[in-house]
């Protein structure tokens, strides 16, 4: 599809309903908001619309019930400070309205991915200094022809992750249905703000170490070149396809694998496949011998349900706090010259490796994190590339892969009262620097995992044409054919 034309109808700052007492007007950053580089982790919810004429209160309502959510969620209301606090000044959300010239249908026939960031308040080119003193909250609220609506938000990731953002927009939406007549009255648990910053407390000299250590580790993931973002999609019936394939190779697989971990061991065994693929043909084009080759592989893990204490229920409140409460586990695979040979490249012993990873993540080294004498120890060696690949690889070249989810964070539960998202989408890198990355997502109906790949180009060429991966995944579909329980006859739809 070719780019589509946005444009800016108007601007404004939604304010909270309720000033935010003096004694809060500054929000202190958890020691683990300083993980994470990106400034926004962009997201944009598409929604059908009934009919044009309710455009006007369907707006109104976004703000007021906005206004709202944002006194409980003070923070978003105010503005970055500087790299440890926010100032919660109570100036409000950028809250842009956008006019989109053409039919939700036809963009979501065979979305650019790269257009996507026109639906978006936030330049993500712009350098990140320059996002002191912007806004905490971004949001744009895109009108296609037909009355279909697309939220894009930008929310600083300094003070949100994915589970933060799902609670947020878990009380933005009630607040919106409160008069919708099949309004369920669930009550929505308040946040916890201040939780993550008691648990992990932040003093200079910890903002700086893990400052530093996490700008170190991401620099050498991050790269300059071509690059290209492409989405694969998993069915549940092809992921359980997986797993037995799994069961047939090893009778000692790992216990009840997940969704999550499975689509992400055969995205990396493609990404290693194309590593291979990749060396053999600069080895050729350069007369060079083959050299040995490392994969490593991140995962950003939630801490809220490995978090136990003695004294304090930490299980079920950690589940409302707000802030990263996050951490990195790495998996390490080496690939040599007999590829796909090689045991530990088989889709089973990659399973085993990140399982590995994920369960040294747990109780136990969230509780050292907490440590005063313990964390510092515990959180560098995880931080640390080098220490990570080891001595015996350390002549070996190194290709890095980083995965994050959004599963399970109810994305397409979001309904503001005229109904749930036809498609939860991340957007297309673009830029002149740019890091191996996956993000997994939830399909619709929790029939299978949206998986946005991006990958060096030339990477790229090679995994989109693998046909053991091709034979688990769609390339590119329809977000309109993967959403396919929907009544395409339906009233709603014919109107896009």
Not at 52 to 64: C, D, F, G, M, T
Not at 423 to 449: A, E, P
Request: overall charge negative.
């Amino acid at each position: 599809m070719r780019e589509v034309e946005v444009e800016i109808i108007s601007a404004q700052d939604i304010k909270p309903s309720s000033p935010t007492p003096s004694h809060l007007g500054t929000f202190k950053l958890c020691l683990l908001d300083h993980l994470i580089p990106a400034p926004y982790a962009p997201i944009i919810f598409f929604f059908p619309s009934l009919a044009l004429s309710e455009i006007p209160r369907n707006l109104h309502l976004l703000k007021q019930s906005l206004s709202d959510t944002l006194t409980v969620f003070y923070p978003l209301a105010g503005k970055i400070k500087d790299d440890f606090s926010i100032h919660c000044n109570d100036e409000g959300a950028n809250f842009v309205e956008a006019k989109v010239k053409c039919l939700l249908s036809e963009f979501l026939t065979k979305p650019d991915l790269i257009s996507l960031h026109n639906l978006l308040p936030c330049d993500l080119k712009i350098p990140k200094e320059s996002y002191v003193g912007s806004h905490v909250s971004n949001i744009q609220v895109n009108v296609f022809d037909c009355g279909g609506i697309a939220i894009g938000l930008c929310i600083s990731h300094r003070v949100l992750d994915g589970a933060s953002l799902s609670s947020f927009l878990k009380v933005w939406t009630n607040k919106a249905r409160v008069g919708c007549a099949d309004n369920d009255h669930k009550e929505v648990v308040k946040p916890e703000l201040l939780m993550a910053s008691s648990w992990f407390p932040m003093n200079d000299d910890d903002g700086l170490w893990l400052r530093n250590s996490s700008m170190a580790m991401w620099g050498s993931m991050f790269k300059k070149g071509q690059f290209e973002t492409r989405r694969f999609w998993f069915s549940n019936s092809a992921i359980a396809n997986l797993k037995v394939q799994m069961v047939d190779f090893n009778s000692e697989m790992v216990k009840s694998p997940t969704r999550l971990e499975i689509v992400s061991a055969i995205l990396w065994k493609s990404f290693m496949d194309a590593s291979i693929a990749q060396s053999d043909s600069d080895c050729y084009n350069n007369n060079n011998t083959q050299s040995r080759r490392t994969c490593l592989v991140s995962h950003l893990v939630n801490l809220r349900k490995r978090m136990k204490d003695k004294d304090d229920d930490l299980c079920s409140s950690a589940e409302n706090a707000i802030g990263n409460l996050l951490w990195l586990a790495f998996a390490k695979s080496n690939v040599a010259e007999d590829g796909n040979n090689n045991k530990e490249t088989r889709l089973d012993g990659l399973l085993k490796k990140l399982r590995k990873a994920f369960s040294t993540i747990d109780d136990k080294f969230v509780e050292n994190m907490r440590s005063n004498h313990a964390r510092k120890s515990t959180m560098l060696p995880s931080l640390n590339i080098k220490s990570m690949i080891g001595d015996d690889d350390e002549d070996s070249e190194v290709e890095c892969l980083g995965f994050t989810s959004w599963c399970n964070f109810g994305f397409y539960e979001v309904d503001f009262g005229w109904g749930k998202p036809l498609w939860v989408s991340s957007i297309g890198s673009c830029g002149s620097v740019f890091m191996n990355l996956v993000i997994l997502v939830d399909s619709r109906f929790g029939d299978g995992i949206e998986a946005w790949v991006t990958l060096d180009e030339r990477f790229m060429g090679h995994l989109e044409a693998n046909p053991e991966l091709l034979g688990y995944a769609v390339l590119d579909p329809s977000p309109l054919a993967i959403s396919n329980k929907l009544d395409y006859g339906s009233p709603a739809l014919c109107k896009m």
